[in-house]
């Protein structure tokens, strides 16, 4: 079983729409988790951090579920700037991050 | 500032030739990283370095190696290198452990394809 686990997608979207990914993790002793936003032949860039109490920043919501081993983003009212690849980064402990695959999302007008 | 910068941004090598990656940081950062990205893969973490003069094996470090000589620099080597190491590189760096909410800021890449 993979440490992280995301669901490659593509997710196809109409703008506005509301979109959700969830990524799976396997190691409970988990501390930290993160989403970042990769486009297209570009590199990673910070998008939120997870925390036990959830994230919300302005479309953009990011939950953890510990008990089910899971974190989320929601993304409403999606723009087209929205499209590119999220990926899921779990932190074990210290500097051992460890990077999902990544959730390919595409929004179209 | 420039953040991270990647020397260079694409390469073309034969097996068995060698090269070095160059990446610089102009934020003061202790902590610098050397990632490998491949399609349907995530991230990993060939090396990295908690500092000036340290460095580190991460999850894929065979057929590399690695120098900190200085604070804002971080070189990648591949002595040998192999069709297998071709992939995307990216450089990153941080000024705390990711485990306590710091962000990675990532380098723009180097395309490496070995023939």
């Known amino acids: 079983r993979k440490e992280v686990e995301q669901d490659p997608g593509p997710f196809n979207v109409p703008e506005g729409a509301t979109v959700a990914f969830n990524c799976t993790y396997s190691?409970?002793?988990?501390?930290?988790f993160f989403w970042y936003r990769q486009d297209c032949r570009k590199e990673p860039k910070l998008l939120m951090s997870?925390?036990?109490s959830g994230n919300e920043d302005g479309r953009f919501t990011a939950q953890l579920n510990r008990a089910s081993q899971y974190i989320s983003l929601l993304i409403r009212d999606s723009k087209l700037s929205d499209s590119a690849t999220y990926l899921c980064v779990v932190i074990l402990y210290g500097n051992k991050l460890v990077f999902g695959a990544g959730t390919i999302l595409r929004v179209k007008s | 500032n420039a953040g991270v910068t990647q020397t260079p941004k694409f390469r073309v090598l034969k097996t068995g030739q060698s090269m070095t990656l160059l990446c610089a940081q102009d934020m003061n950062h202790e902590y610098m990283y050397w990632y490998r990205q491949d399609p349907g893969m995530g991230l990993r973490l060939i090396h990295y370095s908690v500092g000036e003069g340290t460095t580190a094996k991460g999850e894929v470090p065979d057929g590399y190696n690695v120098s900190r000589l200085k604070k804002q620099n971080f070189l990648l080597g591949l002595e040998s290198a192999a069709p297998s190491q071709t992939s995307v590189y990216f450089c990153?760096?941080?000024?705390?452990?990711?485990?306590?909410?710091?962000?990675?800021?990532f380098g723009p890449g180097t395309r490496l394809t070995v023939t």
């Open positions: 990153a760096s941080s000024p705390g452990l990711a485990g306590d909410f710091y962000e990675q800021y």
């Open positions: 190691n409970s002793a988990s501390q930290s």
């Open positions: 997870v925390y036990s």
